[in-house]
């Protein structure tokens, strides 16, 4: 008889409830902090692709416990955000229930996949009690100096009232445009709140050498910090006003052919001649319309225009043309830069375009191409001969020693714009007295808090929504009148901080004081989280922006860790069965809860951990699900057909303990298909004992192994062993490795007769117990995805051979 995954989900998941066997504890030397990118509690619900990641930590979660660590656990909810803020503005509801509401799912939604987490720790972004320290550690930024208010040049768009982010304007005939709605967007100067990141670019690079993160995250930021070293040079015009142009090419200073400054430079205006006026500011009007993608996009041809003066190059004493073009960028450097068209690809396009002259300094291969690689330098008076290395050395020293130019470095990255014109937000912890200082809202006095109100629009006059509430805005400052700040902060704000709210938690909303002694004894257990999971996605924003405010946190003494995250794992998609994105205009969306009431819990957490490697990106199966609901019951019947006894008559010793030891090795590896394989193994040979007897301990061991992936089958099946207590607390399995010696072999795994994997395994297993090894595998994986099998060949002990087409 198959079981009642209905019947048994229910059961068990009321008995962890009400044993609260999910709690946290404190009592081992050995801790481990398993952590989920939290969620957005959007109105759509759960979806499969967080039950991947979600299913990933849990299942690592229980092995720690198990195996004797204090587990940190948690989950929590990312709660401000547009989609409230937009359901709101439209229906007029207060986004605070809507979000709530959605929590409420969410975690209905969690509970019914018997995830461990301890909800005692529960913490949401949008909450006063959170948001309090939120607002804390601003103020702490801003009494480091790291928070300022400066204006920017930010994309408005007066439709939607809003500042945009680069990446959500788009271009349409020649004019940015928001990327929802199609409304025009502007460059306008505004005052916001910016954090500066960049004054933790160098700890926040060097910190990545010590992480254990997938190289590809690690590259994305370290390229979004961008550091460059290179020289600041100064040119001089003609009329004696200096134009410090950035290079990390000093060497090529014989090789200028021209300067270009970007249109905005503050120079222009100064240098253009009456000549060239009408022409100049015609480019700078165009300018101003282009998005920064754009100018950054090398197949775009390039525009400029000439300002009528000239420039004297300070090493050769040359006087060349000074020009202005959307190429070179306001903000990075100098605004300003030598070119050198011989050996700088859009100098080349530049020059060529222009008709402005080519000078080689470092022997070309090819004069019909600009040339970009390494050689010996000519026409470079004390350089010819040099190297590129020894060049820039050479000149570099004589630039500085000249006071002609200093070096310096400069990072891509941006300080983090931190003002938001948004309602449903962090208010700011801070006041504007009338004679125009800032006011620090004293810590016993937050939070500031969010009014009720119903005008949530941005006011007439652009104005954020918050302006329209006078009797929140107007307040009073040391008995003197002051107003609030109207914008919120980022939606990046809370969960810059999330996984240290976890720490500070008891109850949910009950957060203990960030600064006491307490709270620096917690994040010293607790603190790095040892295991992170979460999307790709979040490579550079969130990540980068946890980081930087745990180095503030570090540096404040808070912490006593500078990183947050020390094992940050990356999972794949779950795909629609088309192989495409899931996405609701697709219609190929799977619903997590039609799957938990077809198939049950486990089977859906069975089925996608055995997909796959957790880091690919894999089509959703039915047959797939169908399969893991069928192995659960083929285990479950197991239970009842075997007989056990407490002698061990030796025939499952091999196996046995190889199983367990191979299951631990690949759990700890995050190798959950091949893991679950293994057990996939051990029901067979238990099943082949059926006739005799079979060892009970090595069956509780199966079970507790189970129990990672199939948690409430588990807990059943323990029950049905005899056992009154839960399998969820027992230790471990151990294996014994005298049991393990030779009796294996290397199956080698072939597709179309190439060698593609191999695997050491008992010997004597099945062909169909070898053909599931051999498909779980992932580099055979990906070489029969989207082909047909057309022929299996296997050669027991020996070798396995798929032939596709
Ligand atoms: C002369 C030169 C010769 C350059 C050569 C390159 C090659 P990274 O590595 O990205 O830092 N540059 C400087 N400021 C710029 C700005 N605001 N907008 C656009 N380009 C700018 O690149 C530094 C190089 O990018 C600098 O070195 C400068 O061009 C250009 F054969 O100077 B180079």
């Not at 949401?124 to 208010?149: C, H, R, S, V």
């Not at 100064?270 to 197949?299: A, F, M, N």
Request: proline share 5%; hydrophobic share 40%.
């Amino acid at each position: 008889m198959d079981f009642s995954h209905r019947a048994i989900e229910k059961k068990w998941q009321k008995y962890w409830k009400e044993h609260n066997v999910y709690k946290t504890t404190n009592v081992n030397e050995q801790k481990a902090y398993i952590l989920d990118m939290f969620p957005y509690p959007s109105g759509a619900g759960l979806h499969v692709g967080h039950v991947k990641g979600y299913t990933a930590t849990d299942v690592f979660a229980r092995f720690r416990r198990m195996q004797g660590c204090d587990v940190l656990h948690p989950i929590g909810w990312d709660a401000f955000g547009l989609p409230a803020e937009q359901y709101a503005l439209k229906t007029g509801n207060d986004p605070r229930e809507f979000t709530l509401k959605n929590i409420n799912t969410f975690r209905t939604q969690l509970q019914a996949l018997g995830f461990s987490y301890d909800y005692d720790k529960e913490v949401n972004t949008a909450d006063p009690n959170y948001y309090k320290i939120t607002q804390w550690i601003f103020q702490q930024m801003y009494n480091k100096g790291l928070a300022e208010l400066r204006d920017v040049e930010v994309n408005w768009c007066q439709e939607l009232g809003t500042v945009l982010a680069n990446d959500e304007i788009i271009e349409l005939n020649g004019i940015m445009v928001s990327e929802r709605g199609e409304y025009p967007v502007v460059k306008k100067t505004m005052r916001q709140w910016v954090l500066k990141i960049t004054e933790y670019a160098n700890k926040l690079l060097a910190g990545l050498d010590n992480l254990e993160w997938p190289q590809s995250v690690k590259d994305l930021q370290k390229n979004w910090i961008g550091k460059s070293e290179g020289m600041e040079i100064k040119f001089t015009t003609t009329a004696n006003l200096t134009i410090p142009v950035f290079t990390t090419r000093a060497d090529t200073i014989y090789g200028v052919s021209y300067i270009v400054l970007s249109p905005e430079h503050e120079l222009v205006s100064k240098i253009t001649t009456v000549s060239q006026k009408p022409l100049v500011d015609l480019y700078i009007q165009k300018t101003l319309s282009k998005t920064e993608i754009d100018r950054k996009d090398e197949t775009k041809p390039k525009t400029g225009v000439f300002t009528g003066t000239m420039a004297i190059n300070p090493i050769t004493g040359e006087e060349v043309q000074i020009w202005i073009a959307d190429y070179v960028l306001k903000d990075y450097g100098n605004g300003a830069v030598m070119a050198v068209p011989a050996h700088d690809t859009r100098d080349w396009e530049f020059a060529n375009k222009f008709g402005l002259p080519v000078k080689y300094v470092i022997e070309p291969k090819d004069i019909t191409k600009p040339f970009v690689g390494e050689g010996l330098h000519i026409n470079s008076g004390i350089l010819n001969g040099l190297n590129r290395q020894d060049a820039i050395n050479k000149i570099s020293e004589l630039i500085v020693s000249k006071n002609l130019g200093v070096r310096r470095v400069n990072y891509k990255l941006r300080d983090w714009l931190f003002s938001r014109q948004r309602f449903y937000g962090e208010p700011f912890p801070l006041v504007y007295t009338s004679d125009g200082q800032i006011g620090l809202i004293d810590k016993s006095e937050l939070p500031i808090t969010l009014p009720k109100t119903e005008y949530i629009k941005p006011t007439k006059t652009g104005e954020s929504p918050l302006a329209n509430v006078p009797e929140w805005i107007n307040t009073t400052f040391n008995n003197q009148p002051a107003v609030r700040e109207s914008n919120t902060m980022p939606n990046s704000a809370g969960p810059s901080w999330y996984y240290l709210a976890y720490i500070l938690t008891d109850k949910p909303g009950q957060l203990i004081d960030i600064e006491s002694e307490e709270a620096k004894k917690r994040f010293a257990k607790w603190m790095p989280v040892d295991l992170y999971i979460g999307g790709q996605e979040h490579a550079v924003g969130h990540l980068l922006y946890a980081r930087f405010w745990n180095h503030v946190l570090y540096d404040l003494g808070i912490l006593s860790t500078p990183e947050p995250f020390k094992n940050l794992f990356n999972q794949g998609m779950i795909l629609g069965p088309d192989n495409r994105k899931m996405s609701k205009s697709k219609g190929n969306v799977i619903n997590p809860d039609d799957v938990i009431s077809s198939h049950g819990a486990d089977a859906l957490r069975l089925y996608e951990m055995f997909m796959g490697p957790l880091d690919a990106s894999l089509p959703w199966s039915f047959d797939g699900l169908d399969a893991a609901l069928k192995w659960l019951n083929r285990a479950y019947r197991m239970i009842n057909k075997v007989k056990f006894s407490n002698t061990n008559n030796g025939n499952l010793d091999f196996v046995y303990n190889d199983v367990v030891k191979k299951v631990t090795e690949m759990v700890t590896d995050l190798k959950f298909n091949t893991a679950i394989s293994q057990l996939m193994v051990l029901v067979n040979y238990i099943y082949k004992e059926a006739q005799g007897t079979v060892y009970k301990p090595y069956i509780e061991g199966f079970v507790k192994m189970l129990g990672l992936f199939a948690p409430h089958l588990a807990e059943e099946l323990w029950n049905i062993l005899g056992h009154t207590s839960t399998v969820t607390l027992t230790n471990w399995p151990t294996y014994d490795s005298s049991k393990l010696v030779l009796n294996t072999t290397t199956v080698a795994f072939q597709v179309n007769g190439k060698l593609r994997g191999s695997i050491e395994v008992a010997k004597g297993l099945s062909k169909t117990q070898l053909l599931t090894l051999a498909k779980a595998d992932a580099n055979v994986a990906k070489f029969i995805e989207g082909l047909t099998i057309v022929k299996e060949i296997v050669i027991p002990d020996r070798i396995v051979n798929i032939v596709v087409k």
